[in-house]
């Protein structure tokens, strides 16, 4: 599920790159790579274990932000009959992680890679992540290889998974390739993606679940200061996405009729979530007919429009009960009773990006245990009553690093605006002390603390000023504006 990205698209970058740096370390971020960590990734870069299985006469495709190196996944797509298959490559990162060895106990330090404007901590180094597991174009690799197929409605009716060596033909980017679809210019394999994406995201419709646009924050440059704007998501981005989400709920299903396994879950938000989310709605100029379903909202939304492109940042709020339940009834641990992802309306787990997730690396091999009918290997189900813990500790790690940069890049954008006013609405108040809350302004698109003399009006338009945006404690404060 997305997750909201800042990056930094500024000409005079040095003090927010500076800020980030001192961000990272107060917040004990390892940047640097043990020298026995680098020695095993480079040998293990120099000999990866090829499977037999050869598949590399698929035509596969990568489907990637520009620039982007650590490539997990590619696709190949065609018909079958009145229905479709696709053919979705894994990057295998069990073939270069001995489990036990310098590689695996770094990668469970660290969890998952790490986000930030200026670029990222990654999991894995990148002699693996960027370079030997990585599905770059023309390169033999080995894979963990999907075959879905699917009915004429875009219904799965066949999940496999096997070991193969891949070669993938392009490294594309959504711009590029909803360029072509737009331009009627697509090859067939794109087309195949629309169509395919479009009749997924019909299925989520049906089965009451929603997934967010997460727009991309980007700080421009503006008049000597800095601006936050928004890049909305484009259609192949969803449709990229609804591959991946295919391929996680078919992990889920694996698994659960197996008795064993790695699911990622989600209960559904409680009232109090929706209220909140109303309110920021209000506050934003957002829409929402009390008669209109959540889901249905989102969908009608403009991630490129900056008000609708806030909103949809704050619904990532209603994501943070996910967690991981792990089961292995052969060892006394039962699937979970509701094994569901809300926002999905249905079973799911994380299994399609095994170079920047520690999780999907163990959920893969179950599956492909389960796949080929073998016994799932014992280091996986040793570790996996240890798994969730780990797993919400980096999610936990991955949410703290989020936020700090947000606050920071807020508090930059305000600095030397103190003393100015800006209309806002109280979001939330401090039930013990009233006269303390959170305020959302308009624009600049910025949630903070507010003070008042006296109690906050929940869900009320106030005028707000600025008394405090400081990059260096990442802090942003505002009082009720006098009158």
């Not at 040095?14 to 971020?29: F, G, H, P, V, Y």
């Not at 932000?65 to 295998?92: C, E, F, K, N, W």
Request: aromatic share 4%; hydrophobic share 40%.
């Amino acid at each position: 599920m997305p997750r909201r990205h800042l990056s930094v698209r500024a000409a005079q970058t040095a003090r927010i790159n500076t800020e980030l740096a001192d961000l990272r370390t107060r917040l004990e971020i390892r940047t640097d790579w043990p020298p026995e960590v680098l020695a095993e990734a480079d040998r293990a870069a120099s000999v990866p274990r090829l499977p037999e299985t050869d598949a590399t006469d698929l035509e596969l495709f990568t489907l990637d932000p520009p620039g982007s190196r650590d490539l997990d996944q590619a696709m190949h797509l065609t018909r079958r009959g009145t229905g479709y298959r696709v053919h979705y490559a894994i990057a295998d990162v069990p073939a270069y992680v001995t489990p036990g060895g310098a590689v695996d106990t770094e990668a469970a330090h660290r969890v998952q890679t790490l986000y930030f404007p200026d670029g990222n901590v990654p999991l894995h180094p990148a002699r693996i992540s960027e370079g030997a597991a990585s599905l770059l174009p023309g390169e033999l690799r080995p894979a963990l290889l999907w075959q879905l197929d699917l009915d004429a409605d875009g219904a799965l009716v066949l999940a496999d998974l096997r070991r193969a060596r891949v070669r993938s033909r392009r490294r594309l980017d959504y711009a590029t390739v909803q360029g072509w679809i737009d331009a009627g210019a697509a090859d067939e394999q794109l087309d195949l993606l629309a169509a395919i994406g479009a009749l997924r995201e019909a299925r989520e419709r049906d089965r009451g679940g929603v997934s967010l646009p997460i727009p991309e924050q980007e700080v421009e440059d503006v008049d000597g200061g800095y601006r936050l704007g928004y890049r909305a998501p484009r259609p192949a981005d969803g449709w990229n996405a609804q591959i991946s989400l295919l391929t996680g709920m078919a992990a889920a299903e694996l698994m659960l009729d197996a008795g064993i396994g790695l699911l990622r879950t989600l209960p559904a938000a409680p009232d109090t979530a929706y209220a909140r989310l109303r309110r920021v709605a209000t506050a934003l100029g957002v829409d929402w007919p009390a008669d209109l379903p959540y889901p249905e909202l989102v969908r009608s939304l403009d991630p490129g429009r900056t008000a609708d492109a806030a909103f949809l940042n704050e619904c990532t709020g209603l994501l943070r009960g996910a967690g991981y339940r792990a089961f292995d009834t052969a060892r006394g641990t039962a699937p979970p009773a509701d094994p569901g992802h809300a926002a999905l309306a249905a079973p799911y787990a994380h299994c399609t990006a095994p170079l920047r997730r520690l999780g999907d690396r163990y959920a893969l091999e179950i599956c492909l245990a389960v796949a080929g009918g073998t016994d799932v290997p014992v280091w996986v189900r040793d570790a996996l009553p240890l798994l969730p813990g780990l797993l919400e500790g980096g999610d936990r790690r991955a949410h703290e690093v989020e936020r700090a940069c947000v606050d920071l890049i807020e508090a930059e954008l305000l600095r030397g605006r103190e003393g100015e006013d800006f209309e806002a609405v109280v979001v939330d108040v401090d039930g013990r002390r009233p006269t303390v809350g959170t305020v959302q302004l308009r624009d600049p698109a910025v949630v903070a603390k507010c003070d008042a003399p006296d109690p906050l009006p929940l869900g009320h338009r106030v005028t707000v000023r600025l008394t405090l945006a400081d990059p260096a404690t990442r802090a942003v404060r505002f009082t009720l504006a006098p009158g």
